[in-house]
């Protein structure tokens, strides 16, 4: 087995099957500009486009699926709308028919765009997908549809490997997708909330690395892990094997979303909040879809990026008090940005650094260069405290001493708020534990805050030593090692002791192999991708804590290798839910194909 690509999971499960690519061209794209002196006969062409399309998604609108109806409903709307504008464009500008449906809908796409409303630019996808659709019709070009249904006798279900998919394409296809695999598209894309409607395993890649692996994957067999986010190539005679199990973990997948609504309580009675990480207004509409309490970590990354100015504390105000309301006023732990590293900010004018991921990056750069900016976040939060439950934390914490700078930044800010009688309701301030040398002062640490989130991502590559993005040095990279564990039983005791909540919002946090031994540990909050959220509950909610925390403890006494802490977390598992051997068969032939 071999890993192929880390993507991003877009919907949950499993999939194996025969890789099918499609390297699509841009249908608008093909538009040339052109002129007619016949208005009536382009006329004619785009009415008969129109009723073509309608033709086609009536059949389709023959399905027992809310989620599918309503959006060939508001593809049906969107054509018409199109068409009656095209039609004036011909009649106006004398514009032939693909040009007159490409330029209103180009219009339309910048509208949107300038809109700035996140949920009126999500449905731009929606408007490319219609006048696409058109355009291939009086184009007469062939369509995914012609390509994987029409064509294709014998019917196997595949693995679609594309750049992008359009909402129609998925539905369209939905009887031949085992998984999806695309490298553009969003968690809450119209194509992601179908495939998540039709259990489709779905993963995005990052962009142009189709081109790089046509040769390796086509029409060989493929995995599809939307739990993690790998594509990865089986062996040949695993697949007997390989397919088995992964059809029984397919029946696992649709248990866990058959709970996710219920209450996160563990079987000897403690509740565990669970929280989703996100890094923009969108995927705040996914947290209660999967069953989340809040936001564990949001990244305000999202807030800095493809621009050329920092957003102002009006923006950054705005944006949150948006995720509040998406989220019913549950709570969110805003990050400070945390800028350097692998994460760099063009106009922040970060100095080349020889080693950035030992320098100048989260609290760091903010404390050091840019302050105001971190003024600019926190006054935002306090504003926005009225409309919500909000806590704050900072990146990248080495030191108590910077905990103390950032903490009197803050009370500073409160203290102007009182000044001038600007309202705010209480802030939760916390830090991420990421880095060694604060995880071992936790005790001092949590003199000064009222909750800790570990960054089990960073924590792993500092205390390993190891680069997390470094495949040559992913065999290190262990967030069960023991050296990480004992760190998390250190700062959760001590925590415990001094009544600080301590969250983990590092991938680990989403990981159910760990999540026994996490438990155990007395972690209260695990804040994860909301795609994990349905599998984590499901768990939680058939765990006796006390029944393995004195195995943990003495485990992490007497255990010989790093692997005896990992087997016995993987044995707590599968006997919690036995299905998940078969996961853990998979996961164990990742591992071997990690070693160099
Ligand atoms: C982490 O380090 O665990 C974390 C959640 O932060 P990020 O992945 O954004 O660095
Ligand atoms: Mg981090």
């Avoid at 997948?253 to 209450?263: G, S, Y």
């Avoid at 910077?402 to 916390?430: P, Q, T």
């Avoid at 996490?518 to 909301?530: C, F, I, R, T, Y």
Wanted: hydrophobic residues 45%.
């Amino acid at each position: 087995m071999k890993i192929l690509i880390h993507g991003i999971p877009i919907n949950s499960g499993i999939a194996i099957g025969t890789a099918k690519i499609w390297e699509r061209e841009n249908v608008l794209n093909l538009v040339q500009e052109c002129k007619v002196n016949d208005i009536n006969n382009e006329i004619i062409i785009i009415k008969h486009s129109l009723d073509l399309l309608k033709n086609k998604i009536n059949i389709f609108k023959n399905i027992n699926n809310k989620e599918i109806i309503d959006i060939l409903n508001a593809h049906i709307v969107i054509a018409e709308s199109i068409v009656d504008e095209a039609i004036n464009e011909v009649t106006n500008n004398r514009e032939c028919a693909v040009a007159a449906i490409r330029s209103v809908t180009m219009k339309h796409i910048d509208e949107l765009q300038k809109s700035g409303n996140e949920l009126i630019t999500m449905r731009i996808d929606d408007l490319i997908d219609v006048s696409s659709q058109l355009i291939s019709l009086i184009l007469n070009r062939q369509l995914l549809y012609d390509l994987y249904v029409a064509e294709d006798a014998n019917k196997e279900k595949v693995i679609l490997v594309t750049n992008y998919i359009m909402p129609s394409e998925v539905i369209i296809l939905k009887d031949r997708l085992k998984g999806l695999v695309t490298e553009h598209g969003g968690i809450t894309s119209h194509s992601a909330i179908l495939a998540r409607s039709l259990n489709i395993p779905y993963i995005v890649i990052p962009e142009n690395t189709i081109k790089s692996l046509i040769k390796t994957i086509s029409n060989r067999a493929l995995i599809v892990d939307g739990y993690r986010g790998f594509l990865v190539i089986p062996e040949e005679s695993d697949m007997t094997s390989l397919t088995k199990i992964i059809d029984s973990i397919d029946a696992l997948n649709a248990q866990f979303l058959n709970e996710k609504m219920e209450p996160t309580v563990t079987l000897d009675g403690k509740h565990i909040k669970i929280l989703a990480n996100i890094g923009n207004i969108e995927d705040a509409r996914l947290v209660s879809n999967y069953g989340g309490e809040g936001i564990g970590l949001l990244r305000l990354e999202f807030m800095y990026m493809n621009r050329n100015y920092p957003p102002s504390e009006e923006e950054l105000f705005n944006a949150l008090k948006r995720i509040s309301e998406i989220i019913n006023g549950n709570e969110i732990i805003v990050r400070a940005l945390d800028a350097g590293g692998d994460k760099p900010i063009p106009y922040l004018n970060i100095t080349k650094e020889v080693n950035p991921f030992l320098g100048l990056r989260g609290i760091r750069l903010l404390l050091k260069e840019h302050q105001e900016i971190l003024i600019d976040e926190i006054r935002a939060v306090l504003r926005a405290s009225v409309f919500g439950k909000f806590g704050f934390m900072i990146p990248m914490v080495s030191s108590v001493n910077e905990i103390l700078e950032a903490r009197k930044i803050m009370s500073e800010i409160s203290e102007d708020f009182d000044k001038h009688n600007i309202k705010y309701n209480k802030v939760l301030f916390g830090i991420m534990i990421e880095v060694p040398s604060i995880a071992l002062v936790i005790d001092k640490a949590v003199n000064y805050v009222d909750f800790v989130s570990l960054g089990t991502n960073d924590l792993t590559q500092y205390v390993m030593a190891a680069d997390r993005s470094n495949e040559k040095v992913q065999y290190l990279y262990n967030e069960l090692h023991p050296s990480i564990l004992r760190l998390i039983q250190n700062i959760t005791n001590v925590s415990n002791e001094h009544k600080v909540r301590v969250d983990i919002c590092g991938e680990i946090a989403g990981n159910e192999i760990a999540l026994p031994i996490l438990l155990s540990l007395g972690v209260d909050a695990l804040s994860m991708n909301p795609v994990s959220i349905p599998k984590i509950k499901y768990i939680i909610r058939r765990i006796n804590i006390n029944y393995i925390k004195d195995h943990t403890i003495k485990l992490f006494k007497d255990f010989n290798t790093e692997d005896d802490i990992r087997d016995f977390s993987t044995e707590t598992l599968i006997k919690i839910v036995p299905q998940f051997k078969d996961l853990t068969i998979i996961y164990e032939n990742y591992k071997n194909s990690l070693r160099p």
